[in-house]
C-alpha cells in the first residue's frame, strides 16, 4: 500500500502520474457606520441582460491576438511555431507549478473551460512577454495575479509562460489495480468506537483547510480551541460530512481522500485512498437506508469517477465519463467538478465540466452506474441544491450561465445568464420579501450578485429569471453564503485584481434587497469562504495567507467575535461546520 508522508511525496505522486487559483482594519465597522456601494435593485426579471458592459473588462488571454508579433499573422495563426528553449530540468519544474496554479481552471491537456486554452495553437502568437505579464498581473475575468499577489515568483511566471507554448504531456490513466493499492485502512470499523468519546459538541466542529501545509484543522465551534490538525496531503479543496455526520472526507487537489473520524477523543484519520490524479469533489451516500455507506470521488483526471465504501474507503467500482461533448465536439478530457446526493432517490448528481451533461449515478445498483446522462450547458462548474432538494442548479462559469436541473424528474429545466464568470460555491437560498425563494451568484469577472428566482411551484413566473441585479464594489468573487436563520447574504472577492479588494466583504440584505455594508477584514492576505456554526448565529471567514486568520462575527450585528490566530493556520481557505456539511445548510 501506499504511503503518505508528506505534503511534498503527495504532489510528487500526482506529478509523477501526469508526467507530468485591500485597504485594512482590524474588523467590522460599527453598524451605523454608512458603504459607499452603489446598488442597483427591483430591476425586472430578465432571462438575458448585458454582462459584458465594457468598465468591467480589460486585456485577456482570450482576447484577439495583436499582430504586432514577427511569428503572427493577421488571422493569429504562428509563422515561427517554435516554442522557447527550455531545459529538462525546467519541463519537470513547469510540469510541477502547472499542476499546482494552473491545472485547475485550464485543463490537464490545456484545453480550456473557466480558463482559457492554453496549447500552443493559442499561446504561441500570444508570445512569451505577454504571457508572462498576464500571468503576473491576473485578468478582470478572475484570474489572480500571481506575481502581484505573490503566489508565484517572477521566475515561475516567466517558466509558465514558457512552459505553456510547448505541447502539454498526456497524463496517464490510473486504473483500479493502482487505486486499490493505494488503499490504506489505518483503523477497521470493528476497532472504532460505537458512540461519540468526545465530550465537546462534536456536531458544531469546524474542518479548516490549511492548503499550502497539507493538513486540516478541526476547531470547536463553541468555544474556539483547536482540537486537532490532520495531515491530509496536498491542497485539500473541499470537505464533505457523512449523512450522519460522524466523518469528515477530505478530498486534495493530489486526487487522495482522507477519512477523519470525530467521534474519538481526538479525530483521527480511519483510512486513506487516492483514486484520481487529480481532483476536486467527493460527496457520501444520503438517501435513507444509504447513510455513511458510500462515497464518490470524482477526477479532474483521469475521466473517471470511482466509489469506495464510506466507512473504509475501499474501492467497489470505477467508471469512465469520457464522451464527446453535448454540442457533438469531440473531447480527450472531461472532468467531474461539483457532485450533489439526491435525498429522492439513491443516485449522485454529477456535473462533467467539459461535456456539459449532468450524469445521475445509481449507487443502489452493482458497478454505480451512469443511469441518465442529461444534457445541460458547457462548462459546468460548481453549485448546489434548491431549498427543496430537488432541483441541482449549477455555474456554467466559462459560459457565465447558471444551469438548473431537475433531478428527481431527470430532466434539464433551463439555463440563463447572470454575469461574467459565475462562481457561487454552493450557492445561498432565503426567502426574498418580493420574489419568493431565491438564490444567487456572484462572479469572478464582473462587480454583480445575480439573485434569480428559484420557486417554481411557488412563484413560477419569477423562476429561473434573474429578478435583482445588485452591484459591488469589485469583481472576483468566489462564495456566497447564508444561512435559514440569517438575515444577510455574505460575499468575499478573493480574486479581484483591484488593490485591496481582495481583503473586502460585503452583507447583502434579505429584507430590503441592497447591500447593506462592507468593510476590509484584514490587512493581508485574501479573505475567502464563508461558514456558519450550527446555529446560524455566527459566521467564519479565513483570511488566506501564510500568516493565515480565522475571523468569527456575530451574524445579527456584524460585530468582530474573535480572531483567531496561530503559526498553524497555514493559508486557510474553506471552513465546514459538521452539521452544515452533513444537512445541506446553504
Known sequence: METYKSRASSLGLALSLLTAACETTSGAPPPDVPQDVSVIVDTPPSDVFDASAPDDLGPRLDAPVPSDRADATTDGAPVD?????????????????YFDRCAGCHGALRAGATGP??????????????????????????????????????????????????????????????????????????????????????????????????????????????????????????????????????????????????????PTIDAVVQGCSDARSVEASRFPGYEDRLLIEGCYWPPQYVVFDGATLEPRGMQSILSDAITGEHLDEVRVASIVASRFEPVWAVSLKESGFVALVDYSQPEFPVVSRIPAVRFLHDGGWDHTGRYFMISAN?????????????RFVTSFTTGLGPHPGRAANWQDPTYGWVNAVAHMGQARLAVYGADPEGSPENAWRVVRNVALPSAGSLFIKTHPNSPWVWIDSPVSTEPNAARRICVYSKARGVIDRCWFASDHGQTVHFEYNRAGTQVWVSVWDRTGELVVYDDRTLAEVTRIRGDWLVTPTGKFNVYNTAHDVY
Open 398 to 410: 466559462a459560459s457565465n450561465r447558471v444551469a438548473v436541473v431537475d433531478v428527481r424528474d431527470r
Open 117 to 266: 486554452n492554453l496549447q500552443p495553437s493559442r499561446t504561441l502568437p500570444l508570445g512569451t512577454a505577454r504571457l508572462r505579464t498576464t500571468i503576473s498581473n491576473g485578468t478582470p475575468g478572475g484570474m489572480p495575479g500571481w506575481v502581484r499577489t505573490g503566489l508565484m515568483t517572477a521566475e515561475e511566471a516567466d517558466l509558465m509562460a514558457r512552459y505553456i507554448q510547448h505541447p502539454p504531456p498526456t497524463p496517464p490513466p490510473r486504473p483500479m489495480e493502482m487505486i486499490r493499492a493505494s488503499w490504506q485502512l489505518n483503523v477497521p470499523v470493528a476497532e472504532r468506537p460505537t458512540r461519540p468519546m468526545t465530550t465537546r459538541n462534536w456536531e458544531n466542529f469546524f474542518g479548516v483547510i490549511l492548503r499550502d501545509a497539507g493538513q486540516v484543522a478541526i476547531l470547536d465551534g463553541d468555544t474556539f480551541e483547536l482540537v486537532s490538525i490532520v495531515p491530509t496531503g496536498f491542497a485539500v479543496h473541499i470537505l464533505r460530512s457523512s449523512t450522519s455526520g460522524r466523518y469528515f472526507y477530505a478530498i486534495g487537489r493530489d486526487g487522495r481522500v482522507t477519512l477523519i473520524d470525530l467521534w474519538t477523543p481526538t
Open 81 to 97: 511555431a517554435t516554442p522557447p528553449a527550455m531545459t529538462p530540468e525546467e519541463l519537470v519544474r513547469a510540469q510541477r507549478v
